[in-house]
T-cell receptor, first 116, second 109 residues
Framework: KAGVTQTPRYLIKTRGQQVTLSCSPISGHRSVSWYQQTPGQGLQFLFEYFSETQRNKGNFPGRFSGRQFSNSRSEMNVSTLELGDSALYLC???????????????FGPGTRLTVL | ELKVEQNPLFLSMQEGKNYTIYCNYSTTSDRLYWYRQDPGKSLESLFVLLSNGAVKQEGRLMASLDTKARLSTLHITAAVHDLSATYFCAVDSWGKLQFGAGTQVVVTP
């Protein structure tokens, strides 16, 4: 069974630009979550999508947005990039329809974004 | 707000010795996960702990969960070089994982 895939794996952008990252979940998984990992802040939750709806959101500015398509693939967009957005962005997928239940998340390889 | 604290943040291990990583969290939860991350890589799931008193073991690693104390431990038995990595605990709060800061483990001969 194929795992979570993310594209691109590496990206270099300049300040002020925008970027779109893509995530394909494990087949059958309908929930996709996004996390940002930086040396200073560690791993932080961005948002979660389930059945094309944002179901959960972390504490990030509105420059960070996402969406999910009917095939459960998800994209994350960051507009007006800042130097501090340089990070590893991880996508995770899970089966659970009910957030109150067991919800093991499987992580993709990540997209490393560098903002110059 | 849920807070997750791991300690120590860095652990230098000698091969063959035993060590423990601690994960404390601030609010009630009965779902806790342990992940391993190698440099430049993604997160690999190690253990899923879903109830008070849960204990899981895989090879030299054993994880346990005490929901009353809001504490999970990851015990490493007879450390070997292959266990060098960063270990994260994460508490599940309605589908949102709150991670600890991670424990960087270096195993030396």
């Amino acid at each position: 069974k194929a795992g979570v895939t993310q594209t691109p794996r590496y990206l270099i952008k300049t300040r002020g630009q925008q970027v779109t990252l893509s995530c394909s979940p494990i087949s059958g998984h309908r929930s996709v979550s996004w996390y940002q990992q930086t040396p200073g802040q560690g791993l932080q939750f961005l948002f979660e999508y389930f059945s094309e709806t944002q179901r959960n959101k972390g504490n990030f500015p509105g420059r960070f947005s996402g969406r999910q398509f009917s095939n459960s693939r998800s994209e994350m967009n960051v507009s007006t990039l800042e130097l501090g957005d340089s990070a590893l962005y991880l996508c995770a997928s899970s089966l659970a329809a009910d957030r109150g239940l067991y919800n093991e998340q499987f992580f993709g390889p990540g997209t490393r974004l560098t903002v110059l | 707000e849920l807070k997750v604290e791991q300690n120590p943040l860095f652990l230098s291990m000698q091969e063959g010795k035993n060590y423990t990583i601690y994960c404390n969290y601030s609010t009630t939860s009965d779902r806790l996960y342990w992940y391993r991350q190698d440099p430049g890589k993604s997160l690999e799931s190690l253990f899923v702990l879903l109830s008070n008193g849960a204990v899981k073991q895989e090879g030299r690693l054993m994880a346990s969960l005490d929901t009353k104390a809001r504490l999970s431990t990851l015990h490493i038995t007879a450390a070997v070089h292959d266990l060098s990595a960063t270990y994260f605990c994460a508490v599940d709060s309605w589908g949102k994982l709150q991670f600890g800061a991670g424990t960087q483990v270096v195993v030396t001969p």
